[in-house]
């Protein structure tokens, strides 16, 4: 893909980074030109320019670029203003950060209806994690629905790895099962109605499971 991050503030440099490193063609774009230097060797590509100004935004890719992410959130109405700009010149699809309800307001009020709020999706998970003892990471599809992974209980180690007795005993369905940092089993790779004679669950090993939070929670009770 090809993406542009306006920002590279802790949030946006992080994720320029990160999308470099997973092999998309990124633009990082900041008004400062010591961070545009700092990470010109971290990110595909860097530019220094003001992207509030009509005139140099639209030096940027405009037509070409699938995402502009908008990750400026210490100046509202900077970060509004480069919002409006990008509609305004049809961008294919604008994603935001917001800072606060007003911020997301405003957004929404000109258009941007795909925003993010870091902290507040990362405080979310840290007390969903906190609440659930034994999960190492959690992802949320719904607010019921939940992927995490777990160091798996004593009660299971050497049982007979059973993706389908699993099911039925917990509700829940293993996407994976990780040993010595490499996936064994995975629900895309195979048939959880397959025989695995020869697998046993084994201390330190990683489950991945997906399912309704409140299972999940009495899972982790038993």
């Known amino acids: 893909m090809n993406i542009v991050t306006i920002g590279l503030g802790n949030f946006g440099a992080s994720l320029a980074k990160i999308l470099t490193a ?3 063609d990124v633009i990082g774009v900041d008004n400062n030109l010591e961070k545009v230097e700092f990470f010109k060797d971290k990110i595909s590509n860097t530019v220094c320019l003001d992207a509030s100004d009509p005139h140099a935004l639209r030096l940027l890719p405009i037509k070409e670029a699938d995402v502009f992410v908008v990750c400026i959130v210490d100046d509202f ?3 509004v203003m480069i919002a409006a700009l990008l509609k305004k010149y049809g961008v294919r699809k604008v994603i935001c950060r917001e800072s606060s309800s007003i911020h997301l307001t405003v957004l929404n009020s000109i258009g ?3 925003t993010i709020n870091p902290e507040y999706e990362t405080a979310g998970m840290l007390a969903q994690i906190l609440v659930l003892p ?3 990471h959690l992802f949320s599809i719904s607010e019921t629905l939940k992927i995490v992974d777990l160091t798996i209980p004593a009660e299971l180690i050497d049982r007979k790895f059973s993706p389908t007795l699993f099911k039925e005993k917990t509700h829940l369905k293993i996407v994976a099962l990780k040993r ?4 064994i089993y995975s629900s895309s790779q195979h048939n959880e109605n397959s025989s695995f004679d020869d697998l046993f669950y084994q201390m330190d090993d990683i489950l991945v499971l997906a ?3 409140t299972d999940i929670r009495k899972f982790l009770s038993n």
């Open 77 to 79: 109405g900077v970060s």
């Open 134 to 136: 034994g999960i190492q």
């Open 211 to 213: 399912g309704n939070v």
């Open 22 to 24: 997973m092999g998309h």
């Open 180 to 183: 010595n940092q490499k996936v």
């Open 112 to 114: 941007i209806a795909n």
